[in-house]
């Protein structure tokens, strides 16, 4: 898969101005029918630009990156719709909020993959959190009146030829044509925005020795059929991927449970949303460095929206994502980001004794 899941511009020492206050973590997504946050940066070439100058025209604010496997994924797809829809009266302007992604990383990705719309540097992360931003790729469309219209993922696959709906393309010419856009929302799959307390907290536990697991595929109708084998057990499923820095960092601390809780009548699951070609590459070598006794899966899905609505209509998909589930099988605990092991550990004692 299908590294989707969830689960990726510019200028450093920017001066940014939002009309929302300024804010360390993702707030509560941008409503479908909100007015769009104002915002000023800078570009690449170190003009100003603001949102409000664009009024008249509908404008694409992309969330995007520079490492993130996914958002690279879709950058020949950015640079295609920016250029298809630029006489259209549409603009495409793309923000990097990644707190570890530098000025120079960004102009240089920038330079070596063609992208030549605007491209600005989100220090502080201030409009991913002004617009509630949680993941790269992730799309807002803004109409002519400065209200958000279309909010979600570019298409339903990072790899093309599996693509069976392009959402942005669709809302951008529903937009045009003078129509409501048919379908709103869309969850973005792809890796999680690095803001900058994330970034200055992300240091990995040790690792703990545990002998090594198989990896298997699972595609979304087989959720039900896992959790329904650990009922009379709690059941604790990570979401996580090799190419998610969050998930890497906490993986180990699964590993520790599982090794503490195993026989306590506690299940530990991994799901991977890795490429299924890259199993014997990443996925495998990864799992045997980090000794994980527990089963470990890697998704096969088309579209991820399908495993998101099976595990959780509450998930946006971005990653890491941990849910425990109590002896009966239903959701005891979810956290969305990398966890918070204290919390982890008293919702996992509270599950054993219910």
């Not at 509560?28 to 800078?42: E, H, N, S, V």
């Not at 000025?103 to 491209?119: D, G, M, N, W, Y």
């Not at 002998?211 to 959790?227: R, S």
């Not at 899966?297 to 579209?303: G, S």
């Amino acid at each position: 898969m299908k590294r989707a899941l969830t689960g990726l511009l510019l200028v450093g020492a920017l001066f940014t101005a939002l009309s929302a206050p300024s804010r360390t973590g993702a707030n509560t997504t941008l409503a479908i029918g909100q007015p769009a946050p104002d915002f000023t940066l800078k570009d690449l070439a170190g003009k100003t630009h603001a949102l409000k100058d664009y009024r008249g025209q509908i404008v694409v604010v992309g969330f995007i990156a520079t490492e993130c496997p996914i958002s690279n994924a879709y950058n020949e797809r950015m640079r295609a719709i920016a250029d298809e829809y630029k006489d259209r009266h549409i603009v495409f302007l793309g923000i990097n909020s990644n707190d570890p992604e530098k000025l120079s990383q960004v102009r240089e990705h920038a330079k070596k993959s063609h992208l030549t719309f605007p491209i600005f540097k989100d220090e502080g992360n201030k409009v991913a959190d002004a617009y509630g931003a949680v993941r790269t790729p992730e799309m807002f469309v803004i109409d002519a009146e400065g209200t958000l219209r279309y909010h979600g993922r570019i298409d339903n696959n990072p790899e093309l030829p599996r693509v069976k709906r392009s959402d942005l393309r669709e809302a951008l010419n529903e937009l045009l044509a003078g129509k409501p856009v048919s379908i709103p929302q869309a969850n973005a799959f792809g890796c999680a925005i690095k803001r900058v307390k994330a970034s200055q907290a992300a240091a990995a536990p040790p690792k703990a020795s545990q002998p090594e697991t198989l990896v298997a595929l699972i595609k979304p109708a087989d959720f039900p059929k896992l959790k329904q084998q650990a009922q009379g057990k709690v059941l604790i499923v990570n979401f996580w991927a090799t190419w998610c820095g969050p998930c890497v960092a906490e993986f180990p601390e699964f590993v520790a449970l599982d090794a503490k809780y195993r026989d306590q009548g506690v299940k530990i699951i991994g799901i991977s949303a890795d490429e299924t070609a890259d199993i014997k590459s990443k996925v495998i070598p990864f799992v045997k460095e980090a000794k994980a006794k527990f089963e470990i899966f890697v998704q096969d899905v088309d579209d991820p929206q399908e495993m998101i609505d099976i595990v959780s209509k509450e998930w946006s998909g971005a990653l890491p994502a941990t849910f425990i589930f109590d002896r009966q099988g239903k959701l005891a605990y979810s956290r969305y980001g990398i966890i918070d092991r204290d919390q982890l550990v008293a919702a996992l004692e509270s599950a054993l004794k219910s």
